[in-house]
């Protein structure tokens, strides 16, 4: 007996959204969403991740080893997935801060305030003058948010997308599932301008998978990938 289709999960539309992809050929059942989540994880986000964060291969395999598992219909426990996500997140955030962006405001607010009259005698005491004061301000004010923003954000991150993952939870996973998309897009970007290159693979990759997982569900081909 043919299964019957299932109402496209509530993580779907971010996810789309944040790729900017089209539609997905939709699979039968409702875990067949699951499945093709955990699937492009383990065999499109992690693999390009890899090439970004190369001295982290070890987490991401780790991380990679429970996407597979996942997809095969074990979901894991949330400590398993917390204990794996949060060393692949950390530096993928740190990658995807924009950090010359946040040098260049932090140097213009610091070189205003090195080059006010009331300033300009401390400043050329400590520093030489106000480029010189700019320069070493911008730089440590970049690094500290940086480390903030990688910290927190992979933090937060961990915990719900650990959650979503072991039990299923729809909305927990529709609350984070877009941004880590576009996390790893910028992570994988060369600067800010391609930030839509890895964006588009991931998308292919998406509608790729999902393609395979609608034609096994549909029992026209074999469930595999072919690449």
Known sequence: MQAEQATPPVWLSPLLRVLQSGPLPLPLERQAYWRLLHRWQAEVVLPLLAEALPEHVQALLTLQRLHQRAGLGLRGRVG??????????????????????????????????????????????????????????AQLSTEANAHAFATANAAASSEVAARAYANADEQACASVVGALARVCSWACATSTEQRMAPATHLAAGLQRLASQTHQHASGREAWINTD
Request: no cysteine.
């Open 80 to 137: 398993e997935w917390r204990a794996a996500l949060r060393p692949v997140l950390l530096p993928a955030f740190r990658r995807a801060y924009d950090a010359e962006a946040a040098y260049a405001q932090a140097y213009e607010s610091a070189l205003d305030y090195g080059q006010a009259p009331s300033n300009q005698a401390m400043i050329a005491d400590q520093f030489g003058d106000a480029e010189g004061f700019a320069r070493y301000y």
